[in-house]
């Protein structure tokens, strides 16, 4: 295997763990998603690394989508919202991701991970509707092993690759420099 199929194979693991860690939460935690809300997907402020998304970049390669995704994503700044977001109202706010299963990072752990505050204490890092119809601030979340501590996700993806894990871009630029950097890699 060549060293950047190791490195796309380690970030599949990661993500793979993500998965896991925020599923066990919210069954520790009895917390979920409304049916159908696709609210955090249909807005222009997601970033992400070009890194987490490189297993999506190898999919699309593969299965021969991604010449034609990148010819989409050269005018992403004019998107409203991640180019897999699949609306399924006027207003946008319920929808389905079409990349679900190839997914970044941020993807998984939004809305089911956690952040210390400046008192030390971890918070919910998740949306407004969740916040308050679960009443989180009265939920005193414990991570002693850090398996639900999204910094400790980016530091593993540090790990992975240091210059590319903290770069951060609108995730349909992180999708596109993914396809990009998957491409270049895959002819060396
Ligand atoms: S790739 Fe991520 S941001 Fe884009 S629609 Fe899917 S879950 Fe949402």
């Not at 970033?47 to 299965?63: D, G, M, R, T």
Request: hydrophobic share 35%; net charge negative.
């Amino acid at each position: 295997m060549r060293e950047f199929e190791v490195k796309v194979e380690k970030i599949k693991e990661l993500l793979s763990s993500a998965e896991h860690a925020t599923t066990k939460f919210q069954k520790v935690y009895k917390i979920g998603c409304f049916s159908g809300c696709g609210k955090c997907c249909s807005t222009e402020s997601i970033e992400a690394s070009s890194l987490e998304f490189l297993p999506l970049a190898e999919y699309l390669w593969k299965k021969g989508e991604a010449a034609e995704l990148l010819e989409k994503l050269k005018d992403a700044d004019s998107l409203e919202n991640c180019i897999f977001y699949i609306p399924n109202c006027n207003d946008k706010t319920k929808g389905f991701c079409a990349a679900y299963e190839h997914r970044g990072l941020i993807c998984r752990l939004f809305g089911f991970s956690l952040r210390q505050n400046k008192n030390g204490m971890n918070e919910v890092i998740t949306c407004k509707e969740i916040k308050e119809k679960y009443s989180l601030s009265n939920i005193s979340f414990k991570d002693e092993e850090h398996e639900f501590n999204m910094s400790d996700y980016y530091l593993q993806l540090a790990d992975i690759d240091y210059s590319r894990a903290f770069k951060r871009y609108p995730v349909n630029k992180a999708i596109a420099e993914a396809l990009n950097e998957y491409a270049q890699m895959n002819s060396y």
